[in-house]
Nanobody, 120 residues
Framework: QVQLVESGGGLVQPGGSLRLSCAASGSIGSINIMGWYRQAPGNERELVATFSPGGTDYADSVKGRFTISRDNAKNTVYLQMNSLKPEDTAVYYC???????????????WGQGTQVTVSS
């Protein structure tokens, strides 16, 4: 089993910054994709930024403002969010597509979510 633990959400004023962290632990064999999604009230969950074998992927709405990075040794991914806007307000979920040790197939795992609120 694989667990994802997020941290770093909170309340910030427009134009401010936050940094989210997500650490994967457990029986990890190989990570395929790792990154962040978000869901605002009344909206569907949407991709924010991910790492995959093909490279990094960002939502158009966050390009130039958010940066995803990772520490492979720690199985940890970070999301640096700058120039935050009220429309960035959402629950941010860590996502990982991983093959657990001893397993043949990859599976999706989600963190519990962390609230980001951008408001004055």
């Amino acid at each position: 089993q694989v667990q994802l633990v997020e941290s770093g959400g909170g309340l910030v004023q427009p134009g401010g910054s936050l940094r989210l962290s997500c650490a994967a632990s457990g029986s990890i064999g190989s990570i395929n994709i790792m990154g962040w999604y978000r869901q605002a009230p009344g909206n569907e969950r949407e991709l924010v930024a991910t790492f995959s074998p093909g490279g990094t992927d960002y939502a158009d709405s966050v390009k130039g403002r958010f940066t995803i990075s990772r520490d492979n040794a720690k199985n940890t991914v970070y999301l640096q969010m700058n120039s935050l806007k009220p429309e960035d307000t959402a629950v941010y979920y860590c996502y990982c597509n991983v093959r657990a040790r001893g397993r043949l197939h990859y599976a999706d795992y989600w963190g519990q979510g962390t609230q980001v609120t951008v408001s004055s």
